[in-house]
Structures are given as structure tokens and as C-alpha cells.
């Protein structure tokens, strides 16, 4: 246990070593919901659409800072630090568990003042509601690290993984409720309505919206999505440990 | 390879660039699944039982592994506490060493911030922290200069006198001369020839050359005498009072040769000896100097 611990204290270092990175992450952040969310919720016809976007774009920021952890596993790959941590008195499943819970908390931890923010702006009703919709945030980070992390081992190419996870985040933010209600989408496209509704983003911006108060937006009833929350942790953790622990040895990184 | 390595001992490992010392090193500290055979680490089998084969080894890589957005100081602590070393010791230690390899001074910087050498320094600096049953230090002192050189010899010396087995990956022969008691040529991904280093250089057929300049005239005779003992490979006159003699186990025969020349009223004005270096035992054992076979190599 204390040496996952020390793996999981070494990622949370690392990344709040990236100043500059984090303050951009959180200029973008703030431009977003006080440019474009005050600006757009003027020209949507939905009722609180500004409340409605603050809460996606949490849900926006959680997800691609959870995302980091491939981008930080190719860095290490680059600087050698791989063989390294392969050397230490570390056993891969440490190892490998240490990086899944690194990646999602260092994330959450990040996110968490900027989620603050965006609650003091909602108002906060129900603290109770909020902690649930928190702690299930908090398995929803884990999941987008283990999902990046078993993206990264499985390619093995900084270029590719740089492209797919650009268009997976393109699709995977824009087919969800993040920005837009289910409503919407299903009247675009049914097609896409579906995919969405099987979209962990749906699920998570659904469980923030729950817990802010915004219950009148929400998809599916809370607890189908704290389930489909816990399944989404539980597939993508469980991968990302696996690959990490079974494809960290034997080179091949691009 | 075959090969085993004696506790306590400093195990030089030399071969040009290419020639697979790395990529055994890496095996060894389980990095590197081995394709065929094994290693036995401390009892532990490095392909079934690679988490206790590692908890004795620790090393100091080639290319330092560094994250630049680091500083030294949360980096060497971080190492020195997934070693696990007491929050007391850890201290002492870190600061022992950042002290020692003129570090203490930038302690707190960031990697991107430092000079080839430091980083090195840094790499260097992981191993002596953690101070493991078994240290692997490869090319401990690439980019760093001689000053540094010499204290980092002295480091791993130390590192040695406390209970540690070295294992030292160079390509530089005066380094492995200077540090190992033994020493495994590799060349081609083969270990070509193992030994203690003066062994190694006895082992090349007149590979010390004694150069005598007399007051007169080298005779036949002395010539005669000179060649009929066992050690001498060859004996040439180069001038009328000039002689070279190529031989082995030069310190050991030098008494018999001033005999020869005191028995035949040579006087002798003066004598000089020159043992066989490393490269020689390199060239002798591979048909090619260090830089003709890092030339060849492969991975070039």
C-alpha cells in the first residue's frame, strides 16, 4: 500500500509541476464559461442555459485533465523515465495502480476549486445531493484515467495517440448532453441521441446538473447514472491497470 | 554470457558503444524480459521472481531519466522513499550526497534548468542514495569532468567498502582499470573474456615491453640468455646499445635480465617498462581497437 501511495504522491508532483499548463487549463476554463456561456446563453432559447453550460464545461475540464495521464505516460516514455520506473522496488501492479489512481485524483483535485466556482455561481441546494454527484465525479475521473491510460499502452505511438485522442475528444464531448439537452440531439439525430445516451459525459454531466439543482436538464434518473458511473470506472480502471502492468515492459514506444 | 559476478567485488563490464552492456544491465534489473536464459540476483531468479531480484539491485542509467519539469530535490527524495529509507536517513542522505557531487547549491532548480553534467550528477546521486545490495552504474561519468570523475570513483569505492557489489558499464578503459577488480570484455553482444585486470593484461603473449640503453654494446650472448627465459616473447636489438625485450610478468623477471647484464659487465643506464593497457587486452582479444569496434557497431 505505501508504495502505490508513493507512485500516486510522485503523479500528483509531476503534474502540479506543469505551472503553466494548469494555468492555462483554468484561463481556459474561466474564458469559457465567462465569454462564451454568458454570451451564448443570449442567443439559446433555453431557459438557464448559462447554468446548464457552467455545469458541461466542469464536466469538459474534468475529463480532459483526466485525460493527461497518456499524455504524461508518452513524456516519460520520451525521457527514458519508463525504464526507470521499471528498475524501482516497485511491483508492476503497484506500479500500474498507483498511475490509474494518480491520474484520476490529481484531476479531481485540480478540478475540484473550478467545480467550487461554478457551484457558488449555480447556488448550492442540497449539500447532501452534491456530495453524491462529487464522489460519483470522482469515479468518473478514475474511469477517463484508466480509458487514457489503455489508450496510450495499447498504441504505443505519441502521434496517433495525439490525433485519437483529439478526435475522441471531439466526439466523445460534442455526442453527450454536456453542451447541448438530450432533447436537442435526439431532434438533430435520433442516431446520435443514442450514442449519447450510452456517453459517460451524459452520465457525469448529468450527476453534476443533479446536484447542482438543475434536475429540470437531466437525462436519466440518478441512479442510473451513478451505475453506469461505477461501470464506466470499474471496465476502464480494471483495463488500464491491466495493460499498464502487462505492456509498461518490453519498449517499442513511438 | 556466462558469467558470475562475486559479492562485494566492482565487476567492470567494458565494450564499446553497440556491444550489449545496456541491454544486459537492463535485463538484470528487470526491465528487459531476457529473450533466453537468465540471471540469479541474491538467490532470485530474475524471470520468476523479478519484484525480489529488484528489491537488491538499484542503478544509475546511462542516460540520465529525468522529467524536466522536476526539481532535483523532490526527485532524489522521491527515489530515496520508494527505497524505502527512514524520513532521517533519507535527509542525511540526500543532503550527504547533493553536497558531495556539487549539487546542493541548485537543489532546489529544475532539471530543464541544468547543464548535461548535473544531470548525470543526478543519475549518479540515485544509486548512492539508496545505496542497494547490488549497484549498476552505467557510464557513471560520461559529460563529467575530471574533477568530478575522480570524486565519483571515489563515491563508488566507497559505495563498495560499505557492503555494496558494483556492477560498472564503461567504455572508458582507464575508468575500468581503475575501478574494477575484475573485468568482462563484450563485444557483439558476447562476453569475450573475463578476468582481474592485470591477469588480463599478463594473458597478451609479450605484452610488457622493457627498453634497456647500455653504456656499450649488446651482445650475442646477452641476447642468448635473455631469450631463453620462459617469460620473454622476443628480445630486438634496436641500436648497437638500445634493446627492447617483450615479455610477460615483467616486474617478476626484471632482477633476472639486470643480472644477465651485470654477469656480462653491461653497464646499464637506464631501464623502462611499459605493461600492456587495456586497449591492448581489447585489441588482443576482439582483433580491433575500441574505437574500430564501436565504429562497426550496430547500433551506430
Wanted: charged share 25%; with cysteine.
Amino acid at each position: 500500500m505505501r508504495k502505490i501511495l508513493l507512485v500516486i504522491e510522485r503523479d500528483l508532483k509531476t503534474f502540479l509541476n506543469h505551472k503553466i499548463l494548469l494555468l492555462m487549463r483554468a484561463l481556459w476554463f474561466i474564458a469559457q464559461i465567462l465569454l462564451f456561456g454568458l454570451i451564448a446563453s443570449r442567443m439559446v432559447v433555453v431557459p438557464n442555459y448559462f447554468e446548464y453550460y457552467a455545469a458541461g464545461v466542469t464536466i469538459i475540464i474534468l475529463y480532459s485533465t483526466a485525460v493527461y495521464i497518456g499524455y504524461d505516460i508518452y513524456e516519460e516514455a520520451e525521457h527514458g523515465i519508463v525504464e526507470y520506473l521499471l528498475s524501482l522496488p516497485v511491483s508492476r501492479k503497484e506500479l500500474a495502480i498507483g498511475r490509474s489512481i494518480g491520474g484520476g485524483l490529481r484531476s479531481f483535485i485540480y478540478v475540484a476549486p473550478l467545480m467550487g466556482i461554478v457551484l457558488a455561481l449555480l447556488g448550492v441546494s442540497n449539500p447532501l445531493l452534491l456530495l453524491v454527484a462529487f464522489f460519483s465525479l470522482f469515479l468518473f475521473s478514475f474511469g477517463v484515467a484508466g480509458m487514457s491510460m489503455t489508450l496510450a499502452m495499447g498504441i504505443k505511438s505519441a502521434d496517433k495517440f495525439d490525433i485519437l485522442m483529439g478526435v475522441l475528444d471531439a466526439l466523445i464531448v460534442r455526442l453527450s448532453t454536456v453542451m447541448y439537452p438530450q432533447i436537442f440531439i435526439q431532434q438533430t439525430n435520433p442516431f446520435y441521441a443514442d450514442i449519447a445516451n450510452f456517453n459517460p459525459l451524459t452520465f457525469a454531466s448529468d450527476l453534476f446538473r443533479w446536484g447542482a439543482g438543475l434536475e429540470q436538464y437531466i437525462t436519466f434518473s440518478p441512479l442510473v447514472s451513478i451505475m453506469a458511473i461505477i461501470l464506466f470506472f470499474s471496465t476502464f480502471t480494471f483495463i488500464g491497470v491491466v495493460f499498464y502492468e502487462r505492456k509498461l515492459e518490453g519498449g517499442g514506444w513511438e | 554470457m556466462n558469467l558470475s559476478i562475486e559479492e562485494g567485488e566492482i565487476f567492470g563490464l567494458l565494450g564499446p558503444n553497440g556491444a550489449g552492456k545496456t541491454t544486459t544491465l537492463l535485463m538484470l534489473t528487470t526491465v528487459l524480459k531476457p529473450s533466453e536464459g537468465t540471471a540469479i540476483i541474491g538467490g532470485y531468479d530474475i524471470r520468476s521472481e523479478p519484484d525480489k531480484a529488484r528489491s537488491l539491485i538499484g542503478i544509475a542509467f546511462q542516460d540520465p531519466k529525468l522529467l524536466w519539469v522536476d526539481r532535483i530535490l523532490d526527485v532524489l527524495n522521491w527515489h530515496a522513499k520508494v527505497c524505502g529509507l527512514s524520513r532521517s536517513e533519507r535527509k542525511r542522505r540526500v543532503e550527504w550526497a547533493l553536497k558531495e557531487l556539487e549539487l546542493w547549491h541548485v537543489r532546489r532548480k529544475k532539471i530543464h534548468g541544468l547543464s548535461g553534467g548535473m544531470r548525470k550528477r543526478i543519475e549518479v546521486a540515485k544509486v548512492l542514495i539508496q545505496r542497494p545490495k547490488i549497484a549498476i552504474v552505467d557510464e557513471p561519468t560520461a559529460q563529467i569532468d575530471v574533477v568530478g570523475k575522480y570524486r565519483i570513483w571515489n563515491m563508488i569505492r566507497a559505495l563498495r567498502d560499505e557492503g555494496s557489489t558494483i556492477i560498472l558499464a564503461t567504455n572508458e578503459l582507464y575508468e575500468a582499470d581503475e575501478l574494477a577488480d575484475r573485468i568482462g570484455i563484450m563485444h557483439k553482444g558476447k562476453l569475450v573474456v573475463c578476468d582481474k585486470p592485470e591477469r588480463l593484461k599478463d594473458s597478451i603473449p609479450g605484452g610488457d615491453v622493457v627498453e634497456v640503453h647500455t653504456e656499450k654494446e649488446v651482445s650475442e650472448t646477452v641476447l642468448k640468455k635473455l631469450k631463453s627465459f620462459n617469460e620473454v616473447a622476443e628480445a630486438v636489438v634496436i641500436k648497437p646499445n638500445h634493446l627492447r625485450v617483450h615479455l610477460n610478468k615483467a616486474e617478476k623477471i626484471i632482477p633476472k635480465i639486470m643480472e644477465v647484464f651485470f654477469e656480462e659487465r653491461i653497464m646499464v643506464s637506464s631501464v623502462n617498462i611499459t605493461e600492456p593497457s587495456l586497449d591492448d587486452v581489447f585489441l588482443h582479444y576482439t582483433g580491433l581497437t575500441i574505437e574500430e569496434a564501436e565504429k562497426l557497431s550496430p547500433i551506430r
